[in-house]
Every structure is written in C-alpha cells, then in structure tokens.
C-alpha cells in the first residue's frame, strides 16, 4: 500500500458541510466528532487509509480487527447535511499530513461540499479551563462573521494550528471552500470534556442541529472530580516530583 | 534498490497455509517461526528484500554475508503446505511496513493460499505468566470459531498490534483472505519461550502438524532458572535500581 | 500535495539579484531578510509550498490562515531588481531540503538571475559578539573577490553549512549561477541582531541599497539590555542551574 | 534534486579494483581511503551526490564551498586499475543506504570492475586494540580464501555490519560481482589508525600496492600519545565521571 485511499460509497448529499473531529490537544476535535457521530445516529459512507499513519491495527472487542482509519459518517439535516469525519489517529509526518489532508479537501469537494469546520483544542498554559473560550480562525469573513456572531473569537490567538484542523483549513482555502477551524481553550488535560463542550454549544448554533450534551458533561464532572481529588492529595506533599495521572499530559 | 522485492523459486502449492513469525514482543514470532522450521526441515523457496529495512548486512558464521531479509519456507504436510514467513527484522517505518505487509499477502495468495496465522506476544504487564493465556484476533467467524475450539480467546484484548502480526491480517481481510493474530500472553521477557510454546500447542492442533517441543522447552528452563537466580540475587537489595538481565526487557 | 510547488505572477525583471533570508542559526538570515522587505516595501510575487515543511498552519492577527511557506519579495533598484526569499521555516529532512534549494535556484534561474547571496549566522561559541565579523563562501572568484573587498572573510572558517545557505550556493554553481553565503559570526543568541547588522553593513555596500538600521539596532539594543541584566543577575548565585532566557539558545 | 546521481569523466579502465573507505566505525574505512588517495595521488574522476545525504555543503579552506558528496578516484597500477571511494558521510536512513549502496556496485560494474573491498572498523569494545585483528566477510571462496592466505579471519564475528561497509558487498554478489569486507579490529576510539594501519597491510599484500605507512603510524603515535595522558590523569580520580576526549567515543 503506497499512498493514501479513501474507499466510500457513492451517496447523494444535499449541500454537505464537513466537521473535522481528529485526535490532536485536548482531544477536543475526538470528542466533538464522537459525540455527534453517536448522538446524531451518523452512518459511515467512506473511510481513509494511509501508509503515513502508524503501523498498527486495531482490536476490537467483536474479536475482530480492523486498520488504523479515518472514516467519514453522514446525517441528513433539515437544510444539509451533517458529514463527520473522526478517526484512531493522524499521520506523524509532514510528508503524510500534506497528502491526507489535500485528499480530505478533494474528496468532499468531490461530494459537493462547500463548507468545513475543524475542531481543535487551543493550548493555555497548565491548569484547568473552567471556562473556556472558543477561538477560530477562518479563510474568508464570511465565515468569520457567522462565528463571531455566535462568540468565537477571532484574531486572539497566534502561533501555528497542528495537523488536519490546520491543514484542512489552508487546503479549503487552495480549493476554493469556505472553513474555519473552531478551537476550544483547554490547559493541561490530556482529554478536555469542556473545551469539547464549549465547541459543541457553538456548533449547535452554527450548524442549527439539535444535540444533547449530557454525555460529554460526564466525561467533564468524571474529569473535575478527579482533579479536586488529586489537588487535595497532593497539598500535603509538596516538593514532591509529579503524580502520574491518565487524565493530565 | 527502491522498492520491496521477492525472490521464489516457482514451486505448486497443495492448499498453502501461511504462518508469519516475525521478531516483536516477547520475540514469540519468532520463537514459533524458527522452531516450526527447524522442527519440520521447512525449505527456503522466497527471499523479501526492502529499502525499508534497516541498512545492515549479516555476517555468517560461514564468513559469507547476506542482505537482511524475511525469508519463506515450505513443508508439505498431508492435505495442505505450510508456509512459514520468519525474518531478521520489521521495517522501522509506516511506509515500510504497509509496503512490505501488503506484499506478503499478495504474493500469498498468488501462490493460491487462502488462509493466514500471524502470531504475536501479547504484552500483559510487568511479571513472568506461568500459565500464559492464548488471544486471537480474527478476520472471519469460520477462524474464529476453529480457534476458539482450540482455546483461543477471543474478545478479551483491547488495544492495537503492532507491525506485521496485525496488518498482516488487515490485508488478508482487504484481500478476502482468511487469517487470524495469535498471540501469547507475555509479561516484561524478550524471548519468552513460554508464550510461544502456548501457540505452539494451539497450532499443532489447528494446523493438524505434529512437532516435538523440547527445544523450546530447554529455552523456557534456561530463562525460568535464570529469573529465579535473578529474584534470590535481588531480594536483600530492596530499593536498588533495575538489574541488567539479558533476558528482560 | 505530494512534491514542492512555486506559485507566482509573471513579472519581467532587470537583472535579478537573489538575497536568502531564511530562518537559521542566531535567525541571522530571517532578521537580514525580513528587514531588507520591511524597509524597502519589497512586494510579495511568488510562494513556495512544500510537503516536506511541518504540518502547521499559521494563525493570523486577522483572524485568518496560511499555509507554512517561503515567499518571495521584489524591489526595483536602480539597475537590478532585489529578490528576497523569507519564510516561516526551512525543511527539517536532507530530502526536502535538496528538493526545495534546487527548486529556489532553478525558478530565480528562470526569473534570469545570475547572482545569488544566502545570509547565515556563523556559530562562534558561547559569548555575545560585540564585533561580528562577517565570513563567507563563493561559488567563483569575481563573488568572493566583490565581498572581499568590502570586508568579507574567506578561507577562515571551516566545517559544513546547514539548509539554505549553503546548499543554495552549491546548487546555484550545478547551475552556472554565481553565489555565495554571507554569515554574520554569532554567538549563544536565538536572535543575534548585532550579527544581522553586520551582514546588512555589508550588503549594503554589495547590492548598492540605501537601508535605514534604525529597527535592527532596537532588537540589538533591547537583547544587549537583557543581556546585562542577566550577567548582573547571575552573578550571586554560582554553581546554579542555567537561567531560562528566551534570547538564548 | 530527487535522486541519487553520479557525475563521471568517461574513461577506460585495466581491470578495475574497487577499495570502499568511507567513514563508519573508528573512521577505519575513510583512514584507509583517504591515506591511500594520498599515498597513491589518486585522481577523481566521478563524483555521487544523493537527497539523502545530510543537507550541508562543506566549507573549503580556499573560500569555496561543495555538496556533501561521495568521491571517485582512480590510480592506475601495473596490472589494474584501483578505483577508491571515500566521501565526507553515509546516508543515515536505511531509503538512502539501499539506493546510494546499490548504485555504487552498479556504477563499478558498469566500468567493468569485478573485485570489490569495502573497508570498515569491528567494534571490539571499550579498549583500545594494541594488536588490532582483521576480521572478513566475502561473497565468495575464492576472495575469501586469498584473504585468508594474508591472515583476515573468516568465521570468527558474528552480528551486522552497518552501512555501506556491508550492503556493497551484499550489492556485489546480486550483481554477481566478487566482494569482501575487510574489517580493523577496534575499541573505543573515534579515530582509530591502528585498526587502519591493519587493514593497509592486508590491502598492500592483496591489491599488490606499495604504501608508505608514515602517515598513518603518526596518527596513531599521537593517538597512544592522548591515551597515555588521558590514563595518568584519571588515575588519581577514581569514581568521576567520564573525561571528554576528542579521540574517544
């Protein structure tokens, strides 16, 4: 296998919009892209393999096996459709990120596509985001506007977006789409259920689709209970060397 | 030398049965592919060489040297060929071993076989296993079934494997070839020969061939001897670092 | 994207001079480069993009994206045009970078430029630098001989040239350019302004432009200023660990 | 530039014999190569660049810079022609090795060589080699057993020989090509002349070459020279860490 396919089959979709939901800071673009793929009921049409991701492959708890992917779900709105892009992994090298993100643009420009969101996380320093701000960046004001009215700050931020929610964006632009990465702000969290969350309230507005957020406010009350536990630990030690925990990098 | 090649002697194949045993956790593979060959006086028909292996070649005991290679052996048993796969390494890279994997399982079935085992150690913690547990990722229920029969567990692991044992697999799958990984339940040793009499025993069973263990047997008493010396060395020296022991990890 | 690609408008230029002004050691060559632009209002005409550039995307004060790239700048002089080449980064592996310095030689070719200047830092140890001096390289001797005269040293440094720099020199005598890398002796310093205004005093000579050093004696001044108030700071703690200082590699 | 290419002046060789000496372990192979392109006054005549050597082009003492490369010289001898390639490096991916390795042989069998030696050092701890041995590994009986007759032991190494030392060879005998390896027993030196002046006595016997070894035995007096110092002043230390020196890895 030498280069990156994306098998899928071939469906009609009225005025698709793309959410990128990849792994990256915070997790926030997986659980984003989780969470509507298993709330909204999404389907799978079409899945990415790539020579550029790691060498692995994936149990499943059927016994079964399958290769590292991304894979690409899709659920009519009202107006639009929802395509939803998730995935175990991205490509480590620049060489594999320039070539699955290209043929991620191209693809659903192929499927009519005119409009992307990539969901990241936006990383601000090692503690704990009670509140976190969404922040975007955009190819075209149209776009911004449209999110600014909806709270996502613009021009806040600086540096450089890491792997497909960047990537996607600039090769959007290349094709002549409309996208903009929406980031949530997260600290030191290695999966961040309420940078997700801040995203998600956003994309409810953006997109105009209906979802429940119970789910990813478990995640977030597991996740602060674990830290006010750990906090409280750790105020007698002092001086000591850092407490391994899974939920903080 | 810019792309993966393999070498074979044209040879016809009753009902070829491929088993890959190449070098990974707990060097189980391995451990099975040599002795399967070893046992059985398998004949070398096929040489792989790769750009992507690593850049050495090895020094005979011969004084003759040759390039790093996999290498396939063949045996005709009663009603199939077993095929065995062993090698000095796996390819370092992605690129290399989605390239490599998927040769192996096309060259597999140009030669008219339909059937795969890969086999793997399964890393299980820090402690010497005993009694090591056999697990079985498949592509089919029919492989699946067939192995749970012979003590297989199925469903039991989580996670992802590792190079060839598992992508092996997911290219037989993408070529409607059956296969399955099994794997041997290892703990921190880098030849453990206990996981790799386990599959042994599972295999015989499920590929219907007869092999003495014994010489796998001398290499498990060597490493439990050695493990014992090991733990009575380190009992009165609690709190030292780690002790340099050639058989852990 | 799968290989490095120039886009560009098609000017008509007299006699094309190139200046290198890439990010590098002591950012010697990015402080020149992006000072040369700045104060001659230099005007972007053509972009590099590569696969072989990390996989980033940069945020924009304005809310907007760009890819990672190198551009190129024009300035009509009197009798030749000045072309500068900035950019964000340099490739990180042997293969981009051959890739990218040849297809930087190949299109100023193209554009009828015959002469070439790369600008680099020349490590010189662990002190500041008061009085950089300013040593090259040349493809021919009418170059070296030029920058001779106006104070540039050849034949006393020894070792290789990293990126740009120096194999853009190299790959423009493959192509019957003249060239050569002028490097600013530099110390510890991430960004050693006083090593860029000795490679500006020079080029100023050289190309025969009028450029005001008001804004690169500011950074020197201001990393000078740090610079003491570190020494000072220092001094009554010996034996400690080294300072974290943001201009000091 | 995308591949590994080789420049040459077209001419006819007597019998080409090809001596590999570029630098690896104890610098025993370029020791070799350079001393007898020294020696001999042997002349370039080709010269290999490749994308997958390191990015840098090297400073030369006369103001003037090159590629890094890999360089041909011949010297005609009474009944053959001696081809030497030594170079600044050796390509650190196993992609480079096995392109620019095979090209090598190529390149030689096109000019109708058929006897190869590649020069390298057997890392024989952390000891300096008072009496270094010289180890080989060939492609055939015949060089093996001429070698054997000047005292290079066969059979008695085992493990891999990195790089070019050894894929040349594997390269000779696909290409059906004559080959050995003739390696300098050596310890923990970087540069170590005593393993090279064992492996220049071999050579002069079996190449039919008259060399002075001045040179090379006053790298290696000032050599034992350091090492005697370096002994006397860490006597007195026991317990310290290791001591800097240049000559030691």
Redesign the interface.
Known sequence: ??STKIYYKKLKFKNPILVVGLPGIGSVGALVGEHLKNELGAKRFATLYS??????????????????SNRFYYKELKSSTLILLIGDTQ?????????I??KIVRFFKHLGGKQIYTIGGYSAGNHYIQTPRVF????DKQT?DALSQKGVL??Q???????SA??V???A??NKLHAA?IMGETGALEIDANAARAVLEVLKKVIGVNVNLDNIDKIKAETEKLLKELEAASKPQEGQGATSFPYIR
Chains 1, 2, 3, 4 share one sequence.
């Not at 975007?136 to 190819?139: L, M, N, Y």
């Not at 931020?157 to 792997?163: D, K, L």
Request: charged letters at 15%; proline letters at 6%.
């Open positions: 296998m030498k020579p550029h991701f790691i060498h692995q492959t994936i149990m499943l708890k059927s016994g079964y096996t399958r290769l590292i490509a480590p090298t620049p060489e594999g990120q320039y070539d993100n290209e975007g960046i955009a190819t911004k613009f021009g931020t600086n540096g450089a977006i890491w792997g960047g990537m964006v600039s090769f632009k290349k990465c």
